[in-house]
């Protein structure tokens, strides 16, 4: 059974960064694709950053790009995402998604486990 589990949350300045990580069991990271989502209160889940199994492709949400990095350590079995400059509009409750394919996607219904989400609050 895979499980992953996130950590890293917290409330943050606008301005501030938070590195979030997510640690898998069960199964090794290292083939497959991983992915982070956001869900904001009253609004629907989507994708932050999505990264292929080896990192060479990599996708960001046009919200994030050029401040959070997402990565995958294939040694710790242990995926991040790395944000800065952190903007009140990214208050959240973000996931880690892994997919059962090397190929990085989008879409939520591409990934087959998720974590139960850790929080992040950007005061104004």
């Known amino acids: 059974q895979v499980q992953l589990v996130e950590s890293g949350g917290g409330l943050v300045q606008t301005g501030g960064s938070l590195r979030l990580s997510c640690t898998a069991s069960?199964?090794?990271?290292?083939?497959?694709?991983v992915g982070w989502f956001r869900q904001a209160p009253g609004k629907e889940g989507v994708v932050v950053g999505a990264?292929?199994?080896?990192?060479?492709?990599?996708y960001y949400a046009d919200s994030v790009k050029g401040r959070f990095t997402i990565s995958k350590d294939n040694t710790n079995n242990t995926m991040y995402l790395e944000m800065n400059s952190l903007k009140p509009e990214d208050t959240a409750l973000y996931y880690c998604?892994?997919?059962?394919?090397?190929?990085?996607?989008?879409?939520?219904?591409?990934?087959?486990?998720w974590g139960k989400g850790t929080q992040v609050t950007v005061s104004a």
């Open positions: 069960g199964r090794s990271l290292g083939p497959f694709a």
């Open positions: 990264l292929s199994w080896n990192g060479s492709h990599k």
């Open positions: 998604a892994e997919r059962r394919d090397p190929s990085r996607a989008r879409g939520r219904g591409y990934y087959d486990y």
